[in-house]
């Protein structure tokens, strides 16, 4: 198989089997995000084959709510790695403030239906948390996606069973995971998403044991903790306001929603839920008996939209260049590939990348040879640092050449 065409553009996290990386395809022009598996779990082992295995059968199907796997292979280190889409979002809890059971009851939605696909699949997540769930752009204004699949845990489950550790995330682990980590089915999944719920709704966890065993006789073991959702009032930075706003003023009766969660959290994984459709349809139902179910008086955008989102790249001696960041990254370098040529043999083939996320424009380095520097910073590869968005001048040096850069309205 051929070796990861794409360049690194900075880490997004380090996991117990790999670690994973925003890149740019400069041939397509985009961003995307691959993971690329730990060396010693080698091209040959059978857990690697499990796992191309695995991506195959991902990388052919298309559904929504889960991030999509393009393509798989193992660079000549013998790495193996999968390609995915990049999706430009936020975490659940930045745009959900507690008490929101409009904004929870959608995530259930559509991280339950997500989840039902997949087990469709004969994939069964196994470490499902608020890391693992983006919520990005959609209609309505946002929409969740699950961004860590389940398709590489196979190589995890391998490493606890050897070490005799267990293997998920405690505090989202169902009692049965903590029993045998292995043999799991998708009513696990459904329970890490009603532990999910339970924090976004209240701002605290249903279990927090000081120490594993503590945490792990909890959820084995102990009653589920009665909700207090606090009375809604809009968290600093939320993107969703409703129309209520004001401060705090107490709890919130749940009489309907405990009764949601103790089948949700139900120690047997057969007295849980069926489905996530089944499940948010129960949230639904009570959270509206419960008259937590308030909707958006507006729902605003994750990000609010550039005021200044093409880019306009002078090299000394040759016409500007302008870009629509929006349709894609730039990448500055001697490649002919590259949108943004520079002809200089002391440039590296990738030199430098600008790039839009969360609704700024940023310039990264490309582990270039020589270095970048902007606005007279050098810049550390993987470290991108935000453009100026005020329309005024700036300079893009790639090593001993100069680059006149400013940003232009749409």
């Not at 796997?69 to 013998?78: I, L």
């Not at 459709?277 to 139902?285: D, G, I, L, R, Y």
Request: proline share 7%; net charge neutral.
């Amino acid at each position: 198989m051929p070796g990861c065409p794409h360049r690194k553009v900075r880490p997004l996290g380090e996991g117990a089997v790999g670690d994973v990386h925003l890149c740019v395809d400069v041939f397509a022009r985009r961003l995307v995000v691959v993971k690329w598996l730990r060396a010693e779990v080698h091209t040959g082992s059978e857990a690697s084959a499990r796992f191309q295995l695995e991506a195959k059968r991902m990388a052919g199907a298309e559904f929504d709510g889960v991030i999509k796997v393009e393509d798989f292979g193992s660079d000549d280190f013998g790495r193996t790695w999968m390609t995915m889409e990049f999706v430009d979002g936020v975490n659940p809890a930045t745009a959900i403030s507690e008490g929101d059971g409009w904004g929870v009851h959608r995530l259930i939605e559509g991280v339950g239906k997500a989840l039902d696909e997949l087990h469709g699949l004969g994939v069964v997540h196994r470490d499902l948390k608020p890391d693992n769930v983006l919520l990005r752009p959609g209609s309505g204004s946002w929409e969740p996606v699950i961004i860590d699949l389940g398709i590489a845990k196979w190589l995890a489950h391998e490493a606890a069973t050897a070490t005799g550790s267990v293997f998920g995330t405690p505090h989202y682990m169902s009692p049965e995971q903590f029993r045998d980590t292995k043999h799991v089915g998708p009513a696990t999944d459904r329970y890490a998403l009603a532990v999910i719920a339970f924090e976004l709704l209240t701002g605290r966890l249903p279990y927090d044991g000081r120490s594993l065993p503590e945490l792990l006789q909890q959820h084995m073991e102990a009653e589920i903790p009665a909700l207090q959702v606090p009375v809604r009032a809009p968290r600093r930075g939320s993107t969703i306001e409703s129309s209520g706003g004001g401060t705090e003023r107490g709890f919130h009766g749940a009489a309907s929603l405990d009764a949601f969660m103790r089948r949700a959290m139900a120690k047997n994984p057969s007295d849980r839920f069926s489905s996530g459709v089944e499940m948010a349809e129960a949230f639904h139902t009570a959270a509206g008996r419960d008259g937590i179910w308030e909707p958006p008086a507006e729902a605003k955008m994750l990000f609010e939209p550039l005021m200044h989102p093409r880019v306009e790249l002078c090299l000394s001696g040759h016409p500007p260049q302008t870009f629509d960041i929006r349709r894609g990254p730039v990448v500055l370098g001697r490649h002919e590939a590259c949108q943004f040529l520079v002809p200089s043999p002391r440039m590296s083939r990738l030199h430098s990348c600008i790039f839009m996320h969360r609704g700024r424009i940023w310039v990264a380095d490309l582990k270039s040879q020589n270095g970048s520097q902007y606005m007279g910073r050098q810049l550390t590869p993987g470290v991108p640092v935000p453009l100026r968005n005020d329309a005024g001048a700036a300079t893009l040096k790639l090593y001993d050449q100069e680059i006149a850069l400013r940003t232009l309205p749409g």
